[in-house]
């Protein structure tokens, strides 16, 4: 029975004395360059190799580093939005601080916030009519909902826009797990807001938004 790769692969990790015992032979021994062209000593093919693991090691290092920065500048952001809605003083305050926040700073290009529950203020858009599927939709959202769809109803708050829009999130408004209102973010862009993203500040956002609304709405 002829032996297999496998089998030698085993044992020369078995018995890593080998090397030693004949290093002059595995000098000898050459075998094709990883790139093609002239054939290469077995140890400079294993230094090619390392170089290779190497600046996988550094290209996932510099990623993660990178992840690490985009991470800071979202925890500031999110730090500055705090800040300007604990100085809000009523609920127009809120709201526009709200969306100066997200559009300026987070650059999110269309907000648009509809709350229900409370005592209507009709001179604020934000508390148009909004239906039951809609109020059962806010209810469904454990967490923001991020992706290429909305329906006709909460894409028709985002005005004239809304037909260029191909990416959205919804984040629920809640106070003690009830809904009081919905936060739609909108962008042309259809890698803004994707279902794979990860959305714990989106999360975090919306928990800072209910609570500086619910603030002015009690």
Same mark, same amino acid.
């Given at each position: #029975?002829? %032996?297999? /790769?496998?089998?030698?692969?085993?044992?020369?990790?078995?018995?890593?004395? *080998?090397?030693?015992?004949?290093?002059?032979?595995?000098?000898?021994?050459?075998?094709? $360059?990883?790139?093609?062209?002239?054939? %290469?000593?077995?140890?400079?093919?294993?230094?090619?190799?390392?170089?290779?693991?190497?600046?996988?090691?550094?290209?996932?290092?510099?990623?993660?580093?990178? +992840?690490?920065?985009?991470?800071?500048?979202?925890?500031?952001?999110?730090?500055? @939005? /705090? #800040?300007?809605?604990?100085?809000?003083?009523?609920?127009?305050?809120?709201?526009?601080?709200?969306?100066? =926040? @997200?559009?300026? =700073?987070?650059?999110?290009?269309?907000?648009?916030?509809?709350?229900?529950?409370?005592?209507?203020?009709?001179?604020? /858009?934000?508390?148009?009519?909004?239906? $039951?599927?809609?109020?059962?939709?806010? =209810? /469904?959202?454990? #967490?923001?909902?991020?992706?290429?769809?909305?329906?006709?109803?909460?894409?028709?708050?985002?005005?004239?826009?809304?037909?260029? @829009?191909?990416? +959205?999130?919804?984040?629920?408004?809640?106070?003690?797990?009830?809904?009081?209102?919905?936060?739609?973010?909108?962008?042309?862009?259809?890698?803004? *807001?994707?279902?794979? #993203?990860?959305?714990?500040?989106?999360?975090?956002?919306?928990?800072?938004?209910?609570?500086?609304l619910a603030r002015c709405l009690d």
């Amino acid at each position: #029975m002829p %032996i297999q /790769s496998p089998d030698v692969a085993t044992w020369l990790k078995a018995n890593p004395n *080998f090397f030693e015992e004949y290093a002059d032979l595995v000098a000898e021994i050459f075998i094709p $360059h990883p790139h093609g062209g002239r054939a %290469i000593p077995i140890a400079e093919r294993q230094i090619l190799t390392l170089r290779e693991k190497n600046k996988l090691i550094e290209n996932k290092l510099a990623e993660l580093l990178q +992840f690490g920065e985009e991470n800071d500048q979202i925890g500031d952001k999110v730090h500055q @939005l /705090s #800040m300007a809605l604990l100085q809000a003083r009523d609920l127009s305050g809120v709201l526009a601080t709200l969306n100066y =926040h @997200l559009q300026e =700073h987070f650059r999110v290009p269309h907000v648009a916030v509809r709350l229900w529950g409370s005592e209507v203020d009709e001179t604020l /858009s934000e508390f148009a009519q909004v239906s $039951h599927e809609v109020q059962q939709l806010a =209810h /469904s959202l454990g #967490m923001p909902y991020c992706g290429p769809y909305v329906t006709d109803e909460v894409s028709a708050w985002l005005g004239e826009s809304s037909a260029r @829009l191909k990416s +959205f999130a919804q984040v629920a408004l809640k106070t003690d797990d009830a809904p009081f209102g919905l936060l739609v973010l909108a962008c042309e862009d259809a890698q803004r *807001f994707y279902p794979e #993203m990860g959305t714990l500040y989106l999360a975090r956002i919306g928990e800072l938004a209910s609570a500086a609304l619910a603030r002015c709405l009690d």
